[in-house]
């Protein structure tokens, strides 16, 4: 946890919301058991300022024949979640989340990395934005992804402890450790109410 008395943010701070969609939630293909309880803090961020949040949405092929290399081989193994057989609901936000985009932005990916391409950077300069909190889902997959791709942009990245799930809680606790030692000089870890009294005063 972030205990630093001066933790600020800056006022072109973005929430970055990793595909909290119905394929992890309890129903999904890839259930994430912590989700559920994630959900609420999540839901606080994104609330409190929903034209700052950014939700990505993972997005299987088609088949696994539209994705290359070893893409390829884990759709062969997990066809049951391509397009081609996948019930579309699954693919939708979670519930909460549903009514706040718009304002709210929802951008689709469809590898790991919510920086994949270019429209998520293009985005980012648009708005001028420096600072990215990122919450969503899964802590040692996609959230990883994304926040490498972030350093590698250059954004001061902040990862909401609490806000952030997997299915694997070993995973879970060894990306917060990781994130909070090795890449401490790039990436700040804070709980939800750190990020809500800070942007309170943004």
Not at 116 to 133: V, Y
Request: contains cysteine.
């Amino acid at each position: 946890m972030n205990t630093n008395q001066e933790f600020r943010l800056s006022r072109n701070a973005v929430h970055l919301c990793i595909d909290m969609q119905r394929l992890f939630g309890p129903n999904g293909i890839w259930p994430t058991p912590w989700m559920e309880t994630v959900l609420p803090r999540v839901a606080a961020i994104t609330k409190r300022f929903p034209e700052r949040t950014i939700f990505t949405r993972f997005i299987p092929p088609q088949r696994p024949e539209d994705m290359p290399g070893m893409w390829r081989c884990y759709y062969e193994k997990w066809r049951q979640a391509t397009r081609e057989h996948i019930d579309p609901r699954l693919l939708e936000l979670m519930p909460p989340f549903a009514d706040l985009a718009p304002p709210a932005l929802v951008i689709d990916k469809p590898v790991y990395s919510a920086f994949a391409g270019h429209h998520l950077h293009h985005e980012l300069m648009r708005r001028h934005s420096d600072t990215l909190i990122l919450t969503g889902a899964e802590t040692d997959v996609c959230v990883l992804s994304t926040a490498l791709g972030a350093i590698d942009h250059g954004y001061r990245v902040i990862i909401a402890e609490d806000a952030v799930c997997s299915s694997s809680d070993q995973g879970h606790d060894s990306l917060l450790a990781l994130f909070a030692q090795r890449f401490s000089q790039q990436i700040e870890v804070a709980d939800t109410q750190t990020i809500l009294t800070a942007w309170a005063f943004v």
